[in-house]
């Protein structure tokens, strides 16, 4: 009986490794909230939320060491182009740069009016045009918002 070896998603040993480090930069930055730690301090829950996320890392590094990487994988760079082809497709590249948008707008006009707008551009973008239904399910969506928050829950929204 022969065992079966894991195959690595392109870049997923990278990310360990990375995520390793941005934990590792997590409890340092835990450990100056209060200079030290102590049970009763303000760092101390960051302090061991960190120590549990480098505990993580560190068991995922340890479960993907017998993982290979994929035989059609050439090289490094074939591995970067694999990874960039899979998380940067076009919808997930619009999203992200639309909700970056979205955030900074929220600063400038109220949040009602750029949230309806991104709400807007959103469902026009993945609904392909469709545009009288998808303002139609945004102002529905901005309504439900604006009676929750402003009536229900009695909470400013900027």
Not at 40 to 66: K, Y
Not at 104 to 125: D, E, G, P, Q, V
Request: hydrophobic content about 55%.
């Amino acid at each position: 009986m022969s065992k079966k070896i894991e195959q690595t998603q392109a870049g997923e040993k990278v990310f360990d490794w990375l995520l390793l480090l941005f934990s590792v930069g997590v409890l340092v930055e835990a450990f100056r909230i209060d200079g030290g730690l102590r049970l009763n301090s303000a760092g101390s829950f960051p302090v061991g939320l960190a120590l549990v996320m480098l505990a993580s890392s560190i068991a995922i590094l340890f479960s993907h060491r017998r993982k290979r990487r994929d035989p059609r994988i050439r090289s490094a760079l074939h591995e970067c182009q694999v990874f960039l082809h899979e998380h940067f497709q076009p919808h997930i590249v619009v999203f992200s740069v639309v909700s970056v948008i979205y955030l900074a707008a929220i600063i400038w006009a109220s949040f009602y009016i750029s949230t309806f707008i991104f709400l807007a551009a959103m469902f026009i973008y993945y609904r392909q045009g469709r545009i009288i239904s998808s303002l139609i399910i945004t102002s529905l969506a901005i309504a439900v918002i604006y009676v929750l928050f402003t009536m229900v829950f009695r909470v400013y929204l900027p």
